[in-house]
């Protein structure tokens, strides 16, 4: 079983900036991929940033330019940097991994960080 552990979120002014973690931990043999999705009440999961093995990297249209993904293979940590955030960024952020055991491929998803963006 693999668990994933988030931290980073908070309260934060319009054009401020936040920074999340997320570091798995359990029986990984190895990452396929690495990243965070979010949802607000009443709206479906949506993807925000991904990262994949050889560090490609995937950004949901309306946070590029303002978001970077980074991760730690070594310590099997992904951060997900805020910056210039915007009230319709407020959501609960939700890690995302994807990855291998010694049998087969699995998901497995964090519990989820609130992210505020309101002055």
């Known amino acids: 079983q693999v668990h994933l552990v988030e931290s980073g979120g908070g309260l934060v002014q319009p054009g401020g900036s936040l920074r999340l973690s997320c570091a798995a931990s359990g029986s990984i043999v190895s990452i396929n991929a690495m990243g965070w999705y979010r949802q607000v009440p009443g709206k479906q999961r949506e993807l925000v940033a991904m990262v994949l093995n050889g560090g490609i990297t995937n950004f949901a249209d309306s946070v590029k330019g303002r978001f970077t993904i980074s991760r730690d293979n070594a310590k099997n940590t992904v951060w997900l940097q805020m910056n210039s955030l915007k009230p319709k960024d407020t959501a609960v952020y939700y890690c995302?991994?994807?990855?291998?055991?010694?049998?087969?491929?699995?998901?497995?998803w964090g519990q989820g960080t609130q992210v505020t963006v309101s002055s």
């Open positions: 995302y991994c994807n990855y291998r055991t010694t049998v087969t491929q699995h998901a497995a």
